[in-house]
């Protein structure tokens, strides 16, 4: 499997590595490529009880920041700071993962920017994301960046989920909320389609960002930045709901805001 060679790869540079380090992981997966991280860790220490910690997330000298429904903020980047000051006693290293590492406010990548340019000692870090391109230049060109990708199968979209999403898009870029109101009203069970049809949204404008498979539709009506803004809007706003999704109003609360991005 392709994700566990580059894990075993991760783990081998990890273990050679001698500095403080920082590894920028893309992957199709945050969770499995969160507990994948969580194992490598796990490789370089012999206690066992410090293995069951890192899988607990108790482990006093690994930290954790997730974006938990919102953006990763600037004081979730100091209390790290101030956290890997401290010299390590557990074991040789201080360690952090950062889940979502696109959803760092520009403040806040740029306080993790000045940590990963004078690291302290014993310092490794992960940075984990659906999608490097979101992340600041000046970080990503000082990782090493590595792709894990669990779902090498190209993903086969319903034809007709793929049309709506396509129309959608098409609204977005060049027509009204009165047009897309117009044509949902024509779409039967739109209420049982508007998840899949939001994450397809989501793949264009990703891809887009990616400089890959851009249909002409965004291409034409966005500069290069506006479409990264677009696709790393899409992330926030789709992981925001997840929780608490209303079906309903997904499509068009989703098409109202995404037309407010410039």
Known sequence: MEAQKEVKKIITEFNENINSHVFLVETDNLELAYKDIKNVIKE???????????????????????????????????????????????????????????????????????????????????????NVDLIIPTIKSRCEVKSVIYNNKKEEIDSENDKIALKFIELVEEGSLYDWHEYSASINDLKDKAVEIANIVKKYYTDAAKQENVIKTIEKNNKYDTIVKKSLFLNRFLTKLRINMNSLLLLETLYINLKKVK
Do not use: C
């Not at 410090?50 to 997330?57: D, G, T, V």
């Not at 790290?80 to 406010?105: G, V």
């Not at 990548?109 to 870090?125: H, M, Q, R, S, V």
């Open 44 to 130: 370089n220490i012999k206690d066992k009880i410090s293995k069951e910690q890192i899988e607990n997330e108790t482990y006093l000298e690994l930290t954790i920041i997730k974006p938990n429904n919102k953006d990763i903020g600037r004081d979730e980047i100091l209390n790290l700071q101030q956290k890997i000051k401290t010299k390590p006693i557990l074991s040789e290293n201080q360690y952090y993962i950062i889940y979502s590492a696109d959803q760092m406010t520009l403040n806040a990548a740029n306080k993790l920017l000045k940590t990963i340019e004078e690291p302290y000692d014993g310092t490794i870090g992960f940075l984990i994301t659906t």
